[in-house]
């Protein structure tokens, strides 16, 4: 079975109680909930990680390749606009990775414009809402499968 991990990064803890009006109310379990069920419906198993650590991140992208994971779906959350240690760890297990936001990073405060991270991922679902995590979920399902 193919694994595939899922990382959100830091505040994301918090949704459905941070900024409704950015973020909406489902909840970070409900999402997991979410992905589990779109996983298992296409045999793949997921492994979940949330952390509001840079360095848990990087670490746990480091381990990747060891830990037999075949695809990343990632969001990086505010370590998306500065993080070049993500960005690297990324480039560096060269495991297709899809970046994911609930907002649309692109319509709001200009410092969100820019992701340290897309350029060294397979692509980017961004404005969503929750289900930018699905539509990363699918597209990563649809590679695996090719
Ligand atoms: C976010 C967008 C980021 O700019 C922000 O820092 C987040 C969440 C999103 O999912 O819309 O924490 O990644």
Not at 78 to 83: F, G, M
Request: aromatic share 4%; net charge neutral.
């Amino acid at each position: 079975m193919n694994k595939v991990l899922v990382i959100h990064g830091p505040n994301l803890n918090l949704l459905g109680q941070r900024e409704q009006n950015v973020y909406g109310k489902t909840t970070l379990d409900e999402i997991n909930a979410s992905l589990t069920k779109l996983a298992q419906a296409n045999n793949v198993s997921l492994e979940i990680f949330q952390s509001n650590h840079e360095g848990e991140i990087v670490d746990i992208i480091g381990k990747a390749k060891t830990n037999n994971i075949k695809a990343i779906l990632m969001n990086p959350a505010a370590y998306t606009h500065t993080s070049i240690a993500i960005r690297d760890a990324v480039a560096a297990n060269n495991i297709p990775t899809v970046e994911v936001h609930l907002s649309n990073i692109f319509a709001r405060e200009e410092f969100r414009h820019t992701s340290l991270i897309a350029p060294v991922c397979h692509g980017q679902v961004t404005g969503f809402g929750p289900n930018s995590y699905i539509l990363g979920l699918q597209a990563i399902i649809n590679l695996l499968n090719k």
